[in-house]
Each structure stands twice: as C-alpha cells, then as structure tokens.
C-alpha cells in the first residue's frame, strides 16, 4: 500500500465524498455524519504513516508515483512529497476530522451534500500538496475551487453570493496567467511538464521574471498578499465555520506553498531580483493589515485581517533567503493552521449559541463559559505570539533571519507581535472579560463533550509545537537546505 499512499489519500475522500451524495436525503443527515467521520478519520490515519517513514536525511521527493497519463503531451500521473509539502498533507487530513466533527450539529440543511463537499475538497487539496506533474497540479488546483465556492455559496451568510464570486472571481484570474506560465515552461523544457524538470531550466533573466510575476498573481491572491487580499474577509464572514477553517488553516497555504514549489526554484534570480518587492509588500502587510484588524467589530473580520498580517510573516521568510527565514515560514504556516483554524472554531461555538458575531454583543463570558473562556485566551495568546505556543515559534524564527539581512526588516515585523496583542487582547477583554452584557449571555451553556474533544486537540497541538517544534522542523530541515543551494546558485545561461 505504501507505494500508492498518496493516491488512496486523494482519491479515498473524493470516492467517500461522492458515496454519501446518496445519503442526500435529510432523514439519512445522521448517516451521512457518521459516514464523513469514519472516511475523514481513515484518510487522516492513513496519512500518518507520511510522518512515522518520511525519511529526514534526503531532500528527494518520497512516497512517489508515476505513470503515463497523455502520451501525446507527456503528462504523467506523478506523485510525491519532500519536507516541505508532507506536514501540509498532515494539517490537510487532520483538520477535515476537526470540520466534521465541529459541523456536526451545526448543518440544519443538505447535511451530506455539506459533508461530501468537505471530504472531496480534502482529496483535492491533497493533491495540489502531492502532484508533481504541472498540469495534474493545475488540475487540482483549479477543482479545489468548486467545493469551497459551493460551501460558501450554499451554506454562508446573507451576502454569501457576494463574497462567492469574489472569491472565485480573484483566484480563477490569477490562476490563469499560472497555466500561461506552465505551458512556456513546457516548450522551454523540450516538451515536459514535470515540475522537477522546471527546476533545472537554465532561463535567462527576462523570462525568469515573466514568469515569476505570472505565478506570483495566483500565488499572493491565495496567501493572500496586500494589496490583492481584499476577498478574504468578505469570504470569512459569509463563510460557515467549517469554511472558514479550511480557507485560513488550508487554503490560504496553497500561496506559501506555491512560491516554495514554482517561484523560488524555477526562477531563483528573478526571486533574488524582485524580493525588495515582496518583502515590502509582506512588511506592507504585517504592520497596516493588523492596524485594520485592530479597528474591526465582527470577530470573524478581526480574525480574516489576523490571518492576512500573520500570513506576511510567511513570504517575508521565504524572501530572506536563509534557513531561518524559510523554516520559520514553514512552522507558521502550520501553526496559522491550528491557531486560525481554533479561533473560527471559538466564534463558530458562540456563533451556535447566540447566532452572532459582534463584539459588542458578548462580554464576561468567562463567568457562565468558564472552559471555553480558557480556550479562546489560549488562542488569543497564541495569535499574539506568546512564548511557549506555536505562534512563537514561526515568527521567533522569521524576525531572527529577516536580522540577518537587515536589522529594519526585523523591527518592523516585530512591531506586528505588538499589534498582534493589540487587536486579539483587545477583542478578549470586550469578549471574555468584565462585568456580563446582558441576561442572554449569562444563560449560556459552556462548551459540550464534542466542542471539548476538537478545540482540546487544536490546543494540545498549539502547546507541543511551542514547547517542542523540533519533530515538526527536522523534517524540514534537508529540504529546505537543498532549495537555499539551488536558488542561490544562477541559472542565468
């Protein structure tokens, strides 16, 4: 089975996914519920094994496959991870679980159809994360669309049709200047569209900068970058909360993701020439991004504009070209995960209760939710970057390379740990502290057994990679050296 991993781990949720559409019936939601728990549950043990025999000393790509696929074109089925897309396939299978288990009650409506869109977004997602093939990656990038576009679509808020197009609108267009990318990268190579063979082009420095400015518009829409990042909270706030988990814990790491596969070792002098411009506008997007979350009202805003400035401290460390820079770019993008994802978790709990999301309408939750109280401060502090939990880690790390380059670029994404404080402490004060707002808050319950069991794991996550993130980095750590010697070697002709 191991030499087909990663294909049963795409494809197994895609076929899940398409077999509870037959429980589409209403009166079968509790079968299709438990159906979505036991294939999301499955997918993510089988992923394990990615972890437990990923060997650390190699940056070759593992657990490969490949077959032929389109002869007259010379695409392959190609699969395989390195260190960098593994603990991505990881967060992927883990937080489908999560979303499952946390819209259990929270559907009134197409529960299966709801479900199945989960499922089958996990199976594409995985794929973007494995494939080695450009036009299999575009294939899964472009597909994994449609599931988010109908989740939002169909189960958002009130100007969910808005924020559906928005979103749909922004990532299509700048994916389509990617395919332009992709098919002069096949001509240049002699007919390929291996992704590994794109490493190796020797391409001179005008085509090289095209190229990276073709896949820079869908890659900084996805993270997303200022100043194409304007569709994100408008999707967060229509989003349901398993949407909203996905498309921060997830999706928007596709962006990172992106820029470490294509941009940086198929055109590393046209990153070199151009990353004054993305650490300015990573810099651009730590420090005012996180000025706009500090003046928001709607704690899901609050937490969409967090993710925008926490998400500019990961293409800062992929643009300092050193290993701390990327390592700690990495470590945030898995971290972001689990706090962004705990954080949309919290609000969608008190979402269920009180069927708002306003600040204002909350305050001194701490007396009558004392256990979810300790939660949300928990992750609250994570997001501020607390020492001892993850979101230490990755930004410790980016501001000690951004140092190294240069001392101002260190200080000014320091200033988003103050910032960061500013705007989550000050939304935890209104929230959880003070005196209780009104008679409507006092009633309500804490948090049940099956809030407990998701927000406990999201928690424990958040804690080990802080006290402990050396498991997480050694598996980065060969990969991500062999991409700094690639990209600081030119590949001018």
Not at 166 to 184: D, E, N, P, R
Not at 193 to 201: A, G, M, Q, V, W
Not at 404 to 417: G, P, S, Y
Request: aromatic residues 12%; proline residues 4%; neutral net charge.
């Amino acid at each position: 089975m191991e030499n087909h991993l990663l294909s049963l781990l795409i494809w197994l949720p895609i076929v899940a996914g398409i077999l509870i559409l037959g429980a589409g019936d209403q009166r079968r939601a509790a079968l299709a519920r438990k159906l979505a728990l036991g294939f999301s549950s499955a997918v993510f043990l089988l992923s394990v094994p990615l972890y437990t025999r990923f060997d650390t000393t190699t940056a070759a790509m593992q657990f490969g496959e490949r077959a032929r696929w389109i002869d007259a074109f010379n695409i392959h089925y190609a699969l395989g991870v390195d260190g960098i897309s593994m603990p991505l396939i990881l967060l992927t299978t883990l937080l489908t679980v999560v979303v499952v288990i946390a819209g259990w009650t929270a559907t009134p409506k197409r529960v299966a159809q709801y479900m199945a869109a989960f499922l089958i977004m996990e199976g594409l997602m995985i794929g973007v994360f494995a494939s080695l093939d450009a036009v299999l990656f575009y294939l899964f990038w472009e597909a994994m669309l449609i599931p988010m576009f109908l989740i939002i679509g169909i189960w958002g808020g009130p100007n969910r049709i808005y924020a559906t197009i928005k979103f749909f609108l922004y990532t299509l267009l700048g994916s389509l200047l990617m395919l332009v990318a992709l098919l002069y990268l096949y001509h240049a190579s002699g007919g390929s569209f291996s992704i590994l063979d794109y490493h190796r082009l020797p391409l001179a420095l005008a085509p090289q900068v095209l190229i990276f400015l073709a896949f820079f518009a869908a890659f900084a829409v996805k993270v997303p970058m200022f100043p194409v990042h304007t569709w994100l909270p408008d999707a967060h706030v229509e989003a349901p909360t398993g949407g909203s988990v996905i498309l921060a814990a997830v999706m928007l790491k596709m962006g990172g993701y992106g820029f470490l596969r294509f941009s940086l070792p198929v055109t590393p002098d046209a990153s070199h020439q151009l990353a004054w411009l993305m650490i300015t506008l990573s810099l651009i997007a730590v420090v005012y991004i996180a000025l706009v979350a500090l003046a928001q009202r709607d704690m899901k805003k609050l937490i969409a504009y967090s993710s925008i400035s926490h998400m500019g401290f990961v293409t800062l460390g992929l643009f300092i070209f050193n290993p701390r820079g990327v390592e700690g770019a990495m470590v945030q993008m898995i971290s972001h995960g689990f706090i962004s994802g705990a954080l949309f978790l919290c609000v969608g709990v008190l979402y269920d209760r009180l069927h708002s999301r306003m600040i204002a309408d909350y305050g001194g939750l701490a007396a009558p939710m004392p256990v979810f109280a300790a939660f949300m401060v928990l992750f609250a502090l994570a997001n501020a970057g607390l020492p001892g939990t993850s979101g230490f880690v990755g930004e410790f790390l980016v501001i000690l390379g951004a140092f190294q380059v240069n001392a101002w670029f260190a200080v000014a994404a320091a200033l988003t740990l103050i910032f960061g404080a500013a705007y989550t402490l000050w939304m935890v004060k209104r929230v959880i502290y003070g005196a209780v707002i009104s008679e409507r808050v006092a009633a309500l319950p804490d948090v049940n057994g099956r809030e407990m069991l998701f927000l406990g794991v999201l928690a424990a996550l958040v804690l080990w990679v802080g006290v402990w993130p050396n498991p997480l980095l050694e598996v980065m750590h060969a990969t991500i050296d062999n991409l700094l010697e690639h990209t600081a070697a030119s590949k001018l002709p």
